[in-house]
């Protein structure tokens, strides 16, 4: 099947398209606009700013969707981070695992509490933690590991909660990429002592700014959660410990829950993009030139990004021609942190990380987004077949 007997099929007019935005967040937002601007007039005239009723709703199904017992709003997916290893009790000289090849907010977190982190390799195919590479970096100092679910695809948690049993370790779940993701049937979330979830604009669940939530089965570490992110207050204004001024802001979850309502839709138009995207790259005869990324049998996996491997070192050549003929992509992550400046005292620790290094100079995440039409993916895949000199002109062909 050709492409073009593929954007036939998908019925959508194909001449006129000559760009690909990476993410165009207004496509998703407008539609629900009225209703937002509804719940945020309400707001307005209740005066309940911070927590309350929106909060208490985007928590719940929050909780609902991640199959845990347990969510509480915070301010953002750093918090959230923070907030959980300040409830498993982290301090000065503890070891965390998690992987170099995340966003920088994974490993911070370690370092804001005085802990240090390990860094871990990832798997070349899926950019998750190499699982078989966890036992060889536990010390004594080691108390949890931070597996990523990086692009919106479960790390392998079985084997990643059986070391941690064995060694009693706790297991934080960086889920800021992944709600509604599932592994062998259990969602992002309940997978671990703590689930951490973003709220930031370009994540699936994306609000008017930043955001939060943490979720868990555990009543303890729930109420520490909600304790430790109020200023570990209460009653008001007796401090038991000391906490953070982190809190989810009413209008945001308002936001949140308009969209939350078409999650479902959001995830299962993310895995159609990412099925045309293949197909349209098989049949332009890219597999050998590209690394194609797939889901795990095992995963539900809901494509925050979907990132190409473009290997032979011309990846940044790509990313710039695409740019040229306004396709839109973006590389996560160019310098994974143990390269960070930052963390240069850390290097000792990281000697082995070939994949991540690698996979920071091959990656390449392409347009995603629900709303991405399939006319549009079939321009950025022909711009790609050009430069990679495998078509002809996409412009030429479609006058
Ligand atoms: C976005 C992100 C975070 C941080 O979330 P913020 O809401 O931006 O603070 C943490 N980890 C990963 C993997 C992320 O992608």
Redesign the pocket.
């Given at each position: 099947m050709t492409t073009q007997n593929l954007r036939a099929n998908h019925g959508t007019e194909t001449s006129d398209v000559s760009s690909a935005p990476l993410l165009d967040v207004g496509r998703g937002n407008r539609p629900l606009k009225d209703e937002i601007m509804e719940a945020i007039s309400d707001i307005i005239d209740s005066g309940w700013f911070i927590g309350g009723p929106h909060v208490k709703l985007l928590e719940e199904t929050v909780a609902e969707v991640s199959q845990t017992e347990f969510a509480i709003g915070c301010?953002?997916?750093?918090?959230?981070?923070l907030l959980a290893l300040m409830a498993i009790g982290i301090e000065p000289g503890d070891e965390v695992i998690c992987p170099s090849f995340?966003?920088?907010?994974?490993a911070s977190a370690i370092h804001r509490l005085g802990g240090i982190p390990v860094f871990i390799d990832i798997e070349p195919d899926t950019f998750n933690i190499d699982v078989m590479k966890i036992e060889s970096l536990i010390t004594s100092k080691t108390k949890a590991i931070i597996p990523?679910?990086?692009f919106g695809q479960c790390a392998d948690m079985d084997p990643v909660n059986s070391i941690a049993e064995a060694h009693g370790l706790k297991v934080i779940e960086?889920?800021?990429?992944a709600i509604g993701a599932t592994y062998s049937g259990r969602a992002a979330g309940s997978l671990g002592s703590v689930g951490?979830?973003?709220?930031?604009p370009?994540?699936n669940l994306g609000g008017f700014g930043?955001?939060?939530m943490l979720t868990t089965n555990d009543p303890e570490i729930a109420d520490k959660l909600r304790l430790l992110a109020n200023h570990g207050m209460r009653p008001r204004y007796y401090h038991s410990e000391v906490g953070i001024n982190s809190r989810l802001d009413a209008i945001q979850a308002a936001a949140l829950n308009a969209k939350m309502k078409h999650i479902g839709e959001y995830s299962s138009k993310r895995a159609a993009n990412a099925a045309h995207y293949e197909q349209l790259m098989v049949d332009a005869g890219m597999a050998d030139r590209i690394i194609i990324p797939q889901a795990n049998t095992n995963c539900g996996h809901v494509w925050?990004q979907f990132t190409i491997r473009v290997p032979g070192g011309c990846r940044d050549q790509v990313r710039q021609q695409l740019a040229e003929m306004n396709v839109g992509s973006e590389v996560?992550y160019p310098v994974p942190l143990h390269q960070q400046e930052c963390f240069a005292s850390l290097k000792d620790n990281n000697v082995d990380l070939v994949e991540t290094d690698r996979a920071a100079e091959e990656v390449l995440s392409l347009p995603i987004f629900p709303e991405l039409t399939a006319a549009e993916q079939a321009y950025a895949v022909d711009c790609l077949a050009q430069i990679l000199e495998l078509g002809e002109m996409p412009l030429k062909r479609a006058g």
């Open positions: 301010a953002s997916g750093s918090d959230a981070l995340t966003f920088f907010a994974t990523v679910h990086l960086d889920c800021a990429q951490c979830f973003s709220f930031y370009t994540k930043d955001g939060g925050n996560y």
